[in-house]
């Protein structure tokens, strides 16, 4: 383990994300007295801009920035400062923590900023779709809806998920897709398609077995039927796919069209109907901070 004496840090807090109610300004302030290091803490407007991010970070400029907040905050911030070489640091503040889970990061405040001081930087990933920026994890169709529907309650958390996934599950249509990959071109009816660049959902549920948010790729995951054991094996037993349900395959990038328009949602937040959707992996374009290897 090693600190970094004498570095500027910046924080960016949205106090809109999430519904837990750690007091982030104080909490940051409390863990950085007495350790030399310069802190400014910047609160996020809602909505917030990434012109706003770019004003701060040239304002005061940083050896690091933190994101404070959940996937939505970390994107932001994310797009704010892609291939700007500037280490990115995440304390989860969200609803739904799905990069922090998959990067090894506890929603423990404490134990949180002990890596974002003694963590590595490792460069990684991510993908762009239809110009939209993909951190974690995309898809449409099934999940997508899913979303859409999720949005409109009030209470979040893996229960108010199933039981969107239950409204949904009698709803939603199969789809008939063209899927052209790097090596092949297929088609397939698929209940949903799913891109990507993790391992899981927010909700913990396990999507991608094979996925490295460092190798260049990112996984393209057709599910062509969705059973409620299919459910029950991403969300809580994580065993292995049916294969003549799940089908999986690795790319560096992807075009895809769908017969009819489909739902269609990029790391947990719904963006409409689509007929077709294009991919590529931005390998290497962001330094994120991660828990220093044991």
Request: positive net charge; glycine residues 8%.
């Amino acid at each position: 383990m090693h600190t970094n004496p004498h570095l500027k840090l910046l924080f960016f807090i949205n106090s809109a994300a999430g519904n837990n109610n750690t007091d982030w300004e104080q909490t940051i302030l409390q863990y950085f007295n007495n350790k030399p290091y310069t802190i400014v803490i910047y609160h996020l407007s809602n909505p917030c801009t990434r012109e706003q991010i770019q004003e701060q970070i040239k304002k005061h400029t940083p050896n690091r920035v933190i994101a404070v907040g959940g996937d939505g905050t970390l994107k932001l911030v994310t797009e704010s400062i892609m291939n700007s070489g500037l280490p990115l640091g995440l304390l989860p503040a969200g609803s739904a923590n799905g990069m922090a889970k998959e990067l090894g990061i506890p929603t423990d405040a404490e134990k949180a900023l002990d890596i974002i001081t003694q963590g590595h930087i490792n460069k990684i990933d991510l993908i762009s779709i239809n110009k939209e920026l993909c951190i974690h994890l995309s898809d449409i169709g099934f999940n997508a809806f899913v979303v859409k529907t999720f949005e409109t309650f009030n209470k979040r958390g893996m229960w108010s998920y199933i039981k969107a996934a239950l409204r949904v599950l009698f709803r939603h249509r199969h789809m008939e897709v063209t899927i052209a990959g790097d090596k092949k071109t297929i088609k397939r009816k698929a209940a949903m398609v799913v891109i990507a660049n993790a391992t899981k959902y927010g909700t913990g549920a396990v999507i991608n077995p094979n996925g490295k948010l460092d190798d260049g790729l990112f996984e393209i995951i057709v599910i062509k039927k969705i059973s409620f054991s299919e459910i029950v094996k991403m969300m809580i037993t994580h065993k292995d796919f049916d294969p003549r349900k799940t089908e999986l395959f690795t790319t560096s990038g992807v075009e895809m069209r769908s017969k009819h328009h489909v739902h269609f949602q990029v790391d947990g937040e719904y963006l409409g109907k689509i007929y077709s959707l294009k991919a590529a992996c931005l390998p290497g374009v962001l330094q994120m901070i991660v828990p220093a290897s044991e």
